[in-house]
């Protein structure tokens, strides 16, 4: 921290970085963009100018290097969060790394491990809980107010809604379709509903039915349709080991009545309710 400012390094400067963390970060009385590091050449000059940041690499390690930067924020395709991150954690900065946080479990487990061994925080950018809606349930829910919630129906469904960008569609950048990409969010927020229990089995299922064809049309435009290599469907049942369950089903391209559908819905022994706009559902009050 310099100047009461905690210095902050930004790898990745595609859509979310421009759209939402750049913003987000310069919004802060107690945050300074210090640099960027970006994977190609040309735009490097561009975001240096566009977004008026001291420093500017295309090697991230370099970003790495410089002392006054606490937080490494990391917004870059989602198999590589994990080696970028494990060399920032060695580098000793704390992480905020967009979601999912790896594309293995194995790797989450030993970001985890190395977070704790340098003591420096690791937090993955799962930002649905930091909703209005969902402080308040979370709230509701600890206070015992829904009762045992034993069971929850998760989607995270788009009619036509694919991200056409190779981070999304190759799965040498992002590890898999819909369930990396936006399941993983209703399933974050889902798990932390239900208190975070320990995993007991998963059975899932993907499907890549619409997606190579070229009669379908996306409302994000038109992508590659040979070098998509993802599922566009996929579904899962969670079975936790305190017996509670959870059925997971997400798309980018599914023939559904809506556009989307992105909830959760909770069955407890006292109460239920479909997040984020439900009502809550109990004998008494119907
Ligand atoms: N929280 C959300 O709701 C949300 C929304 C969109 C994207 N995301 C996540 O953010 C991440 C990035 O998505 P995006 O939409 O910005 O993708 P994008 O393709 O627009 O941008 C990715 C950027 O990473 C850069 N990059 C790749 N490898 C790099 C490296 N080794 N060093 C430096 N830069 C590198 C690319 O040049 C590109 O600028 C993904 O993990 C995605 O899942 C989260």
Redesign the pocket.
Same mark, same amino acid.
């Given at each position: 921290m310099k100047n009461g400012k905690y210095g902050i390094g930004i790898?990745?400067?595609?859509?979310?970085?421009?759209g +939402?963390h750049i913003p987000g970060w310069k919004k802060l009385k107690d945050a300074e963009i210090i640099a960027v590091?970006?994977? +190609?050449e040309e735009?490097v000059k561009e975001v240096k100018e566009e977004f008026d940041i001291p420093y500017v690499f295309?090697d991230?390690k370099k970003l790495l290097e410089i002392e006054e930067i606490d937080i490494v924020d990391i917004?870059?395709?989602?198999t590589?969060?994990f080696p970028?991150t494990m060399d920032a954690l060695k580098y000793r900065k704390h992480v905020l790394c967009?979601?999912?946080l790896a594309v293995k479990a194995e790797h989450v487990e030993k970001m985890m491990e190395l977070s704790k061994k340098v003591d420096k925080k690791l937090m993955a950018?799962?930002?649905h809980r930091f909703r209005p809606e969902s402080i308040a349930l979370k709230k509701l829910i600890d206070k015992g107010y829904f009762g045992e919630i034993y069971h929850a129906i998760s989607f995270a469904l788009r009619r036509r809604d694919l991200?056409p960008?190779?981070?999304?569609i190759k799965k040498e950048l +992002?590890g898999g379709g819909p369930m990396?990409?936006i399941g993983v969010?209703i399933l974050d927020l889902t798990y932390w509903f239900m208190g975070c229990p320990k995993v007991h089995s998963v059975k899932g299922e993907i499907y890549t039915k619409l997606a190579k064809r070229k009669d379908i049309k996306g409302l994000w435009g038109e992508w590659d349709r040979d070098a998509y290599d993802v599922e566009d469907f996929a579904t899962g049942f969670i079975r936790f080991e305190n017996g509670a369950t959870v059925l997971l089903s997400c798309s980018f391209l599914a023939n559904m009545e809506k556009i989307s559908d992105f909830s959760t819905t909770l069955f407890g022994t006292e109460a239920g309710i479909k997040w984020p706009d439900g009502k809550i559902a109990t004998e008494k009050e119907g």
């Open positions: 790898i990745g400067v595609g859509g979310i970085a421009r +939402s590091a970006y994977i +190609s735009k295309t991230y917004c870059t395709p989602n590589t969060h970028i967009e979601k999912p950018a799962q930002h991200p960008r190779p981070t999304f +992002s990396f990409d969010h």
